[in-house]
């Protein structure tokens, strides 16, 4: 059924840049909502960004704002992330969610492991 891939972690320095990419296959259903989450070690999941098809502005967490910019490709289904300036707080496994209108289809990714450190 509904697949989604997570690329694009790694280890890169403080101010360093990560593009994120999340491929999702199988979807057969209407697209409300693509987003990207976060969960470091021992800690909640937090919202990093969203972005809604209906030409909505994308949203981001404050802890992020100015540095990541979420994209998406509707044709595709893929969303992105570009992580710019990072810092070490943003050290975490970057998750992708895809949902649709019925709370029904909400799907997440595996994740990805985003390192920042020196």
């Known amino acids: 059924q509904v697949q989604l891939v997570e690329s694009g972690g790694g280890l890169v320095q403080p101010g360093g840049s990560l593009r994120l990419s999340c491929a999702a296959s199988?979807?057969?259903?209407?697209?409300?909502?693509m987003s990207w989450y976060r969960q470091a070690p021992g800690k909640e999941r937090e919202l990093v960004a969203a972005?809604?098809?209906?030409?909505?502005?994308?949203n981001y967490a404050d802890s992020v704002k100015g540095r990541f910019t979420i994209s998406s490709d509707n044709a595709k289904n893929t969303v992105y992330l570009q992580m710019n300036s990072l810092k070490p707080e943003d050290t975490a496994v970057y998750y992708c969610?895809?949902?649709?209108?019925?709370?029904?289809?909400?799907?997440w990714g595996q994740g990805t492991q985003v390192t920042v450190s020196s």
């Open positions: 969610n895809v949902k649709g209108y019925s709370f029904v289809y909400d799907y």
């Open positions: 199988g979807v057969t259903f209407s697209v409300y909502k």
């Open positions: 972005i809604t098809n209906p030409g909505g502005s994308p």
